[in-house]
């Protein structure tokens, strides 16, 4: 039997309530999750009040005294904004945030990046070489604490006015094959982003997948009458477009039996975690037991 791959969870439902409007903690979600059967909290940046050592020792703590490991730290790092000095900052946070990442999950442990917005004055070589030379200067850092770099085919972190600039599947394998071949590099695969993006999920993966470092099982639905042209509109503010949705894994657009056979194929054993619960815990609940069985099931 090959190694299974483990499930985590990640609060989409609390996102606003945890990173903007703080009227929930992370050590509030921490709690909550004690009886989700998963093995894993996800974490994002913007969960966290303070950088401080302690601080983030703290979290460390809760999430390791509720019974998980943290396999993951979702970060946002805008790569090809037009201003040098923006890029500089956005660098020198992605630094930060692998070493947060480090003492969180400690070796093996996956840091997302992004490759940043898709500026209207900025051509897709231009977009290419600072994402790549940016994700190329974080390497060392990574290497030094044993943390894997997971590029996401990413649709558009909430913070941002436009979408990510390597959200087509094209721009995005070229930017993973800008990256040279590490294992403290790698793929952080989410199928219903390629959806978003119009692309096929499991070709995407077919491209990309002996490069997957980690796996996001989210599952999308579009409100009646909605087509993925009208994302469109969303160019411009903030935010994900309404007329995307969340639900349940395994119940929306994704092949996923497809996405693991794909996974199994190539012995994928990293981590898979939920991006679930918009509709409440027992949504969260559903998606990770759909998660359980078809992990046993593909992985026996």
Request: aromatic share 10%; net charge negative.
């Amino acid at each position: 039997m090959s190694k299974r791959p483990r499930i985590s969870a990640f609060p989409k439902c609390y996102l606003d309530a945890i990173s903007h409007e703080r009227s929930m903690s992370v050590f509030d979600w921490i709690d909550m999750a004690r009886d989700l059967d998963a093995d894993g909290l996800e974490m994002y940046e913007g969960f966290f009040t303070s950088t401080d050592a302690d601080y983030i020792a703290s979290v460390a703590g809760a999430i390791r005294d509720a019974g998980f490991e943290m396999p993951m730290l979702c970060c946002s790092p805008d790569f090809t904004h037009p201003d040098p000095a923006k890029r500089s900052e956005a660098l020198e946070y992605q630094q930060q945030m692998i070493r947060i990442a480090h003492q969180l999950g400690g070796e093996g442990v996956v840091c997302r990046v992004l490759s940043g917005q898709r500026w209207p004055e900025l051509s897709r070589e231009q977009g290419l070489e600072y994402a790549s030379q940016a994700i190329k200067d974080c390497l060392p850092l990574a290497e030094e604490l044993g943390v894997v770099l997971g590029l996401e085919n990413h649709y558009k972190d909430g913070h941002w006015l436009y979408a990510e600039f390597a959200q087509q599947m094209d721009v995005f394998v070229e930017l993973v094959e800008r990256i040279p071949d590490s294992q403290y590099f790698g793929v952080q695969y989410d199928p219903s982003n390629a959806v978003v993006a119009g692309d096929d999920p499991v070709e995407l993966l077919e491209k990309v997948a002996e490069r997957v470092v980690s796996v996001h099982a989210s599952d999308r639905f579009l409100v009646s009458g909605a087509e993925l042209a009208d994302l469109r509109s969303a160019e411009g503010a903030a935010g994900y477009a309404e007329i995307l949705k969340h639900g349940v894994t395994g119940q929306g657009i994704n092949d996923y039996d497809a996405i693991f056979r794909k996974l199994h194929e190539v012995k994928y054993s990293g981590w898979i975690s939920i991006e679930d619960g918009m509709n409440g815990m027992d949504e969260m609940a559903a998606s990770l037991k759909f998660l359980r069985e078809n992990v046993a099931h593909y992985w026996s």
